[in-house]
């Protein structure tokens, strides 16, 4: 397999939304796997729903600063309304529902019609976002040969401007040149790795997607977050090197 170092600098801040954080807009500590395969993803100029990088690159991740946090007052628009509006055809009734509707309430006939895009006024709250001030990472990509050259030249030069998080969050990145990496066992991990260790902060981050008809769900994966930026093991796990760098990819 090759490989890949990536540098990543946040210009100003960023911010990787829990979706499970309500009255709060919390964020991740790191970039999840998902939102890491988004960015290399815009680098090539992939299509929105494509997730071919799922099966064909192996991400590790190692955050270099990341402890500084903010928050601000943000105003969050609800722009998902589960209400529908039908109109009947023949005593032009109109009522509104949570169902599909296959006739009239009022006089029960079957010609009706959806009014599409009639909701115009939504409901905002005001909560407070949380932030992470100019972090940094360093992204570990290991992968097939001619995947991780197409992702060098896309990141050298790439299809359009890259950004993390949020899409006004955009990023500074500096890549290696590709080179190779070897599978062995090790102590010491630098970076993050699966399971729970000591020493670390917990985190359960979005891994990557999972189609389920025309649908799509969300696999998750625990993660440990060493404080010092490395993990040490009493055991030998399986892990990749980078260079001097044991690196775990998942």
Not at 189 to 203: D, S
Not at 218 to 232: F, Q
């Amino acid at each position: 397999m090759l490989g890949l170092k990536v540098k990543i600098d946040c210009l100003n801040f960023a911010t990787f939304r829990k979706p499970t954080s309500t009255s709060l807009l919390l964020s991740y500590s790191i970039p999840p796997y998902t939102t890491i395969r988004g960015l290399l993803a815009n680098a090539l100029g992939m299509k929105r729903d494509d997730y071919a990088l799922q099966d064909e690159i192996k991400i590790g991740i190692n955050p270099i600063k990341y402890s500084d946090k903010s928050k601000e007052l943000a105003k969050t628009l609800k722009l998902i309304s589960r209400d529908s509006k039908f109109r009947c055809i023949s005593c032009n009734n109109s009522w509104i529902t949570t169902t599909k509707s296959k006739e009239c309430p009022r006089c029960k006939s079957a010609e009706i019609r959806e009014i599409p895009n009639y909701k115009r006024v939504f409901s905002s709250t005001p909560m407070f976002k949380e932030i992470l001030i100019t972090p940094r990472y360093d992204i570990y990509l290991g992968g097939e040969g001619g995947r991780i050259k197409q992702l060098y030249n896309a990141l050298i030069q790439p299809s359009r401007p890259l950004y993390i998080g949020a899409s006004d969050d955009l990023v500074d990145t500096e890549v290696t040149e590709p080179f190779e990496i070897t599978q062995n066992t090790a102590h010491s991990i630098i970076g993050v790795i699966e399971g729970i260790h000591e020493n670390c902060i917990i985190e359960k981050i979005p891994y990557k997607f999972t189609k389920q008809g025309k649908d799509y769900s969300l696999e998750y994966k625990t993660i440990s977050i060493p404080l010092n930026g490395v993990i040490n093991l009493n055991r030998e796990v399986s892990s990749w090197q980078f260079g001097n760098e044991n690196v775990w990819l998942m």
